[in-house]
């Protein structure tokens, strides 16, 4: 039992320090910057679509899943934003140049880039789920939907 707490303890930090790595990673890649309150966005993120991604595939519950992440990632950016940069000036980002934005902080345009990059976290938490926490998942190969546990062999299913 104990085990088992510290192995899902384990997996949190896992899932959390992915989506702080890979957010900052492209924020890096796209802006040339990244500030760690970024990180722990991307983290608290990554977390939410990890606790969303069931194993079901129907295109519904992706677009689902992808759409409650994106409101979740536009509401904290919104709570961040107004704090970070209109109340300490830190500047970290402004969206105010691009349109419908509220207050320079959320905008529509980064709404949808949140929604695309939800379903690119959720094949990231599959690919965690499976290597790190060794569960079974659903992978398409070939057509074909396999499921495939931690052990399984993949060139042997062939």
């Avoid at 192995?7 to 802006?31: H, K, N, W």
């Avoid at 677009?63 to 830190?90: D, Q």
């Avoid at 499976?130 to 998942?137: A, G, Y």
Wanted: net charge negative.
């Amino acid at each position: 039992m104990e085990k088992d707490r510290k192995y899902a303890a384990l997996g949190t930090v896992a899932v959390f320090l992915s989506g702080g790595f890979a957010y900052g990673l492209i924020e890096d890649i796209s802006r040339g910057f990244t500030h760690i309150s970024m990180g722990l966005l991307g983290g608290m993120a990554m977390l939410l679509i990890h606790a969303l991604n069931g194993r079901e595939r129907t295109l519904v519950k992706v677009l689902s899943r992808s759409l409650v992440s994106a409101a979740f990632i536009t509401l904290c950016e919104l709570l961040t934003g107004e704090l970070l940069n209109v109340r300490m000036g830190l500047c970290i980002w402004d969206y105010s140049e691009l349109p419908m934005n509220l207050d320079g902080q959320i905008c529509p345009l980064f709404t949808g880039i949140w929604f695309a990059l939800s379903a690119v976290g959720s094949l990231l938490d599959d690919l965690i789920r499976f290597f790190i926490l060794r569960e079974k998942r659903d992978f398409v190969l070939f057509g074909r939907a396999e499921i495939y546990s931690a052990d399984t062999n993949i060139s042997d299913t062939t």
